[in-house]
């Protein structure tokens, strides 16, 4: 059984930073694209960021260059590095992993950002 463990969230003062890291467990093969969400009090779930088996990543439009997503493929593991965290950045984080047999995702873990 596939599972993902997010970490690395918390509360941070705004202009500060964090990184995220989510890493699977159990038989996981043919990752294609890894990414995240977030998903903020009274709004959709949106894009973050995603990086592809190859490198290339793209990132949703609020994040404004803040945000660098990277991945280690052999450790089935994809990171963000959040910098310059403002109040808006606060939510649930999701990451996501798609593979030939599907979707898997994260429990979530909470950013905080205070002003």
């Known amino acids: 059984q596939v599972q993902l463990a997010e970490s690395g969230g918390g509360l941070v003062q705004s202009g500060g930073s964090l990184r995220l890291s989510c890493v699977a467990s159990?038989?996981?093969?043919?990752?294609?694209?890894m990414g995240w969400y977030r998903q903020i009090p009274g709004k959709q779930r949106e894009l973050v960021a995603a990086i592809t088996s190859d490198g290339r990543a793209n990132y949703g439009d609020s994040v404004n260059g803040r945000l660098t997503i990277t991945r280690d493929n052999a450790k089935n593991t994809v990171y963000l590095q959040m910098n310059s965290l403002k109040p808006e950045d606060t939510a649930v984080y999701y990451c996501?992993?798609?593979?030939?047999?599907?979707?898997?995702w994260g429990q979530g873990t909470q950013v905080t950002v205070s002003s």
């Open positions: 996501y992993f798609r593979t030939q047999m599907g979707d898997y």
């Open positions: 159990g038989s996981i093969a043919d990752i294609n694209t």
